[in-house]
């Protein structure tokens, strides 16, 4: 069965607005998580990495006030997309790990749509 | 991290079986190969992962080359609905980040 959710599975907002995502790791207690984002037709790019009861941790060209990212649990990891305009539209998919040699399983994701 | 080379797509017959090669000619010692799938409009799903020897799951079987550079997934037997992007990834042990490139467009005909 799936080891990690997320909800909502897909989101329509309008251009300005708020959207939050979250991430839930349904078998362990997880230190780490990390979000992804997916462009129609492009591959997986690593967007953060969110650590339990600390900052987020952003890749290069990721605006940190823009995707705010609250892992104040070991089971839960929220990204909101702030004043979300068009060009956020994306594919959002979130994993998590305990330990650097943990497999990682991937949540289902969420398609974000901003008109 | 390595960077990995793989076919942009590849078509296999149903119920014929699927070997999918990846490049991974700078991987290093301690570096680990694993494979991951994304059926459309879904996530990643993980498939398999190894270091040096072969490995099989009930998914598949990862044949790693002596010298490492290269590996090949295999399907025993392709179904529709294996009809993927296959994603090969070279991952060091210690380190969390999974480097997805464009992966291989695996299309399972009837």
Known sequence: GAVVSQHPSWVICKSGTSVKIECRSLDFQATTMFWYRQFPKQSLMLMATSNEGSKATYEQGVEKDKFLINHASLTLSTLTVTSAHPEDSSFYICTRTRSSTDTQYFGPGTRLTVL | ?110
């Open chain 2, 1 to 110: 991290d390595a960077k990995t080379t793989q076919p942009t797509s590849m078509d296999c017959a149903e119920g014929r079986a699927a070997n999918l090669p990846c490049n991974h000619s700078t991987i290093s010692g301690n570096e680990y190969v694993y494979w991951y799938r994304q059926i459309h409009s879904q996530g990643p799903q993980y498939i398999i992962h190894g270091l040096k020897n072969n490995e099989t799951n009930e998914m598949a079987s990862l044949i790693i080359t002596e010298d490492r550079k290269s590996s090949t997934l295999i399907l025993p037997h392709a179904t529709l609905r294996d009809t993927a992007v296959y994603y090969c990834i070279v991952r060091v042990g210690n380190d969390y980040k999974l480097s997805f490139g464009a992966g291989t467009t695996v299309t399972v005909r009837a």
